[in-house]
């Protein structure tokens, strides 16, 4: 008999993966179940393998309900919603999805970068909506600006005034459109992820700078601080590119966001709860920091209202590694774990 396989999330399936799975595996999919708690209750000890992706939790309760499984494929890198201790404690082996999304995710996250610096999907709104004819070229930034940014800066490294000037920045800066070469780069996180954003942006003449748990000695030339908010007093640009731990959740807050001061940029393409969200807002609303390119949320699918509107933000819906090939060779290695596993090979992507 084919071990049996429950699918908490589908996979984008090439036709060979497609036909692997089916042929090698029975399986079950949880979405077509009227009453998924009573599917399990029925079927959770059958259960060996447990195909997973970034929204359901792989966590006690279902693990409870699956006394017999052996394997939590996950079609993510980021493993934040499965419970990977209690799995090693229970003999589970996981996998997961890590390199072959590297490229894809920090393209977006330079995608982010430029559409909110540079204001594109505004100045694209901006075309479409037929108002360059009609209203002139788009506006790059209100004539005061250069002084009052000067005026505000400075109020900025006040310490003290911070609220004066918060207030004062709400009412007189503006969205503007940005320079993205040369600029100072701080990424959070320089994993996989992270230090292929920074390869990138080295291409754009950025000297970048990191936080991380330890100092990477494999990359000399960046400025390691081992403090975030450090970090972003000394840079334009902040990147978030950890994993989502209990240590990082929250690890953009308020404090590291006024560091970052009103003419700094953030970026995140990890998980929405790495932001303090409802201080990301605030500073955007009162133009304490000068824009965002977000492709995470901390309640997907909603995303604050706020930011659905302002020309300096650009939000996108968790597509950073959505692109056809990179979904597919996700996909195939979920399989080719689960291949691998029930086939008593050594698995491609244990974590
Ligand atoms: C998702 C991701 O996996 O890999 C991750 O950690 O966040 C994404 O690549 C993707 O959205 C598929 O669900």
Known sequence: TKPVVLHLQSLPLEPRAAEDLHSK???LFIWEQADPAAF?????????????????WVNQELLDKLPNVEIVSSNTVGL?????????????????????LTDCTADTALALLLACMRQIPAAHQYVCDGRWPKEGD????????????????????????????SCLYGHSICAMLAVVS????????????GAAIGKRLEGFGCPISYYSRSK????????????????????????VACALEKATTKIINREVLDALGPTGFVVNIARGPVIDEAE?????????VAGAGLDVFVNEPE??????????????????SATYETRNAMANLVVENLVAHFSGKPLLTPV
């Not at 005026?151 to 006040?158: F, N, P, R």
């Open 25 to 27: 595996f029975e399986n």
């Open 40 to 56: 399990l209750a029925e079927k959770g000890a059958s259960i060996r393998g447990v195909v997973t992706g970034v929204r359901p």
């Open 80 to 100: 934040d919603k499965v419970d990977v201790s209690l799995c090693k404690e229970r003999g589970v082996s996981v996998t997961n999805t890590p390199d072959v």
């Open 138 to 165: 788009y506006p790059v930034t209100n004539k005061l600006k250069p002084l009052v940014l000067v005026t505000a800066e400075i109020m900025h490294l006040c310490q003290g005034l911070a609220d004066l000037s």
């Open 182 to 193: 040369g600029k100072r780069v701080g990424v959070v996180g320089l994993g996989r992820i």
């Open 216 to 239: 990477k000695p494999q990359y000399p030339e960046y400025n390691y601080y081992n403090s975030v908010v450090e970090l972003a007093r000394n840079s334009d640009i902040l990147v």
């Open 280 to 288: 990301l807002v605030k500073a955007l609303v009162e133009k304490r």
């Open 303 to 320: 995303v604050p209202k706020e930011l659905l509107n302002m020309a300096n933000v650009v939000v996108q819906p968790h597509v950073g």
